[in-house]
T-cell receptor, first 114, second 116 residues
Framework: DQQVKQNSPSLSVQEGRISILNCDYT??????FLWYKKYPAEGPTFLISISSIKDKNEDGRFTVFLNKSAKHLSLHIVPSQPGDSAVYFCAASGINSGNTPLVFGKGTRLSVIA | KAGVTQTPRYLIKTRGQQVTLSCSPI?????VSWYQQTPGQGLQFLFEYFSETQRNKGNFPGRFSGRQFSNSRSEMNVSTLELGDSALYLCASSLVAGGEFNYGYTFGSGTRLTVV
């Protein structure tokens, strides 16, 4: 039973264009969502997060959108750069449900082509 | 400040052996979580410790165990290793249980375990 789903294993985007990574979740108790970025041989690093009381959070080139009714979130990277090439993990937690551990999706490998 | 330190970085073990992995969290962090990453399966939650107590446990067999010491350092143990246990094992720490509100966890670089 996968509670956090990233249905696209990979994505290729031209440098300078927008990258859109998608994530769906099934557990309605999730109220906090995060995106992590992972390079090979390194641990995931935090990128951006959003609380369920918001529908958008922006940090520089990165914007996360949350659609609670659809249980869907997306990460937009504009403009995409070759250094953004990595695996991106979506994660969810129930902060107000007793601090449940982060549940991760399987990841989407983003390749930004110069 | 020093990050999350995992040792060793790489490990090769034989099927049937047991292994112990170590994690030193960021100074002051009391929560340590362990995740297993395998190709195609993403990060799967193993367990979380907070102040020496296991708070949560994932859906892994009893061969996987862990503990946390009074200095917040944590170890995980896998007994009777199977080929399918080959994976990257990631440790993550945070000040509070369940992760920090703003950024969740800080991860270490992981221990790459290969079972042959």
């Amino acid at each position: 039973d996968q509670q956090v789903k990233q249905n696209s294993p990979s994505l290729s985007v031209q440098e300078g264009r927008i990258s859109i990574l998608n994530c769906d979740y099934t557990n309605s108790m999730f109220d906090y969502f995060l995106w992590y970025k992972k390079y090979p041989a390194e641990g995931p690093t935090f990128l951006i997060s959003i609380s369920s009381i918001k529908d958008k959070n922006e940090d520089g080139r990165f914007t996360v959108f949350l659609n609670k009714s659809a249980k869907h979130l997306s990460l937009h990277i504009v403009p995409s750069q070759p250094g953004d090439s990595a695996v991106y993990f979506c994660a969810a937690s129930g902060i107000n449900s007793g601090n449940t551990p982060l549940v991760f999706g399987k990841g989407t490998r983003l390749s930004v082509i110069a | 400040k020093a990050g999350v330190t995992q040792t060793p970085r790489y490990l090769i073990k034989t099927r049937g052996q047991q292994v112990t992995l170590s994690c030193s969290p960021i100074s002051g962090h009391r929560s340590v979580s362990w995740y297993q990453q395998t190709p195609g399966q993403g990060l799967q939650f193993l367990f979380e410790y907070f102040s020496e107590t296991q708070r949560n446990k994932g859906n892994f067999p009893g061969r996987f165990s862990g503990r946390q010491f009074s200095n917040s350092r944590s170890e995980m143990n896998v007994s009777t290793l199977e080929l399918g246990d080959s994976a990257l094992y990631l440790c993550a720490s945070s000040l509070v249980a369940g992760g920090e509100f703003n950024y969740g966890y800080t991860f270490g670089s992981g221990t790459r375990l290969t079972v042959v």
